[in-house]
């Protein structure tokens, strides 16, 4: 028995010294733990990728040889995380990756004195690095502030939208209408809206004041309301410059509604999620992908190579902007493509351009994100919605979004204020001194 008892405290230390050892191998040096606490394993990082260069987790190893690593974080002038950000070495652009939630890691980094660049929309900072090897190092100011001068609003144009309303879709009492689609122009609200909960399932068109909400309208019905000739699969619709509104089906229908006389038109078609209009152009993304139409809607031609997978917004000089996959495409009247957006999306449903200076925002896994008119990425926020389902912006640049809701009680039109226009000139970066990060740590944004 005691022969036993000895063999098994043996073999449990041999298990023991057998882990200890494998986790020696694979554990991130303890120097670098004692040196950054803050990027131990207990932090707020989460695991479950394999990507070297992914921000989500850290390195179980630190590359061996002649290589090390870079950690750090990048804040905005009040003190907040910045995300978002693209990093790389100077030296080596090929080194690169994006901060999440402000903490960006650098794999395979040569060993020496190194220059790194941060770049935030128009907003590019660098700072030094000296690289250890087997050592997770950081940059010589850590946290890397990017931010515009301090005491001017240089980053004005990197804030976030900030919602200033919300408007019921549901103003009547006799049906249970849930927000489809938006469009805003001329100071009215259009939205394709969906009755389907009640037993004669349809859709209308219903229009709005856009600055309170009121003077609410069912554009779609007939008969006193005892009729309507949507169905309540409407997706999209756009006011087109023929003053009509234009509004695609899910099955196979397209309508064409008169505000005026509140007269609504219906033509067969090819199933479609979304409209949208300018400068005499209409672009429809269907099933058969993206197709350009007249001001009326009814013919259309197929683009060629533009898969089309959500929502298609226009600017004001008639160039589609169409979600494909995880890309926002552009496409001019006649039909040239090019790329719009091409990082930072996963599942874009719904795109729109501020017709002030064509920022792109992308309605985007419930998330909004800004880019400026080259595609470079601005800044993200919460839409605020518990299904959102469309964007669109108004003349003015205030930003609209359809919320599909949980039901007819709680779908509305949220407003977001326009931001404000920044000459991209004066949005210089300001080095970071002791005094001055004192002072600017207590600002907002």
Not at 56 to 63: A, E, N, Q, R
Not at 176 to 198: E, H, L, T
Request: aromatic share 6%; glycine share 8%.
């Amino acid at each position: 028995m005691k022969l036993m008892r000895n063999l098994t405290l043996t073999l449990g230390a041999l298990s023991v010294l057998v882990s200890a050892s494998c986790s020696r191998q694979n554990a991130f040096p303890v120097t670098a733990y004692n040196q950054f606490p803050q990027y131990a394993p207990q932090s707020n990082l989460s695991a479950g990728t394999n990507d070297p260069l992914s921000n989500d987790v850290l390195p179980g190893d630190v590359t061996r040889g002649q290589l090390g690593s870079v950690v750090g974080r990048v804040i905005t002038r009040s003190g907040r995380p910045l995300h978002n950000v693209s990093v790389w070495v100077e030296s080596n652009p090929d080194i690169k990756t994006t901060s999440n939630r402000g903490d960006f890691t650098l794999m395979n980094v040569p060993v020496g004195q190194h220059t790194l660049v941060l770049k935030f929309g128009n907003l590019e900072t660098t700072t030094t690095v000296s690289v250890q090897a087997n050592i997770a190092a950081s940059p010589q100011q850590n946290p890397v502030q990017l931010d515009g001068e301090v005491g001017q609003e240089a980053l004005a144009f990197a804030n976030p939208n900030k919602q200033i309303a919300a408007f019921k879709v549901d103003q009547d009492l006799l049906n249970q209408w849930q927000a489809r689609g938006i469009d805003v122009s001329g100071g009215s609200i259009y939205v394709a809206a969906a009755d389907v909960r009640n037993i004669t399932r349809k859709g209308t068109v219903i229009k709005m004041n856009a600055q309170t909400g009121e003077e609410w309208k069912d554009l779609g019905k007939a008969w006193l309301g005892l009729h309507y000739s949507m169905n309540s699969s409407v997706a999209g619709l756009t006011l087109a410059d023929s003053g009509r509104v234009l509004v695609v089906d899910e099955k196979e229908s397209f309508f064409s509604v008169d505000p005026a006389a509140a007269k609504v038109e219906k033509a067969d078609a090819d199933s479609a999620i979304d409209i949208s209009a300018a400068n005499g152009t209409v672009w429809i993304s269907s099933i058969r992908g993206l197709e350009k139409s007249d001001s009326t809607g009814a013919s259309r031609t197929l683009i060629s190579g533009v898969a089309a997978s959500g929502g298609v917004g226009t600017d004001a000089s008639g160039n589609a902007y169409v979600c494909v996959q995880n890309t926002i495409l552009k496409v001019s009247p006649d039909g040239t493509v090019t790329p719009a957006v091409r990082s930072f999306l996963n599942s874009p449903a719904d795109v729109a351009v501020d017709p002030r200076n064509n920022d792109i925002y992308v309605l985007d896994s419930g998330e909004i994100k800004r880019y400026d008119a080259q595609g470079e990425f601005i800044v993200s926020f919460g839409s605020g919605a518990l299904d959102p389902v469309s964007i669109d912006l108004d003349e003015m640049g205030a930003l609209y979004i359809a919320d599909f809701a949980r039901d007819h009680r709680s779908s509305q039109i949220l407003k977001y204020e326009p931001v404000s226009l920044v000459d991209a000139a004066t949005a210089t970066v300001a080095p970071v001194t002791e005094e001055s990060s004192e002072e600017t740590f207590s600002e907002t944004l």
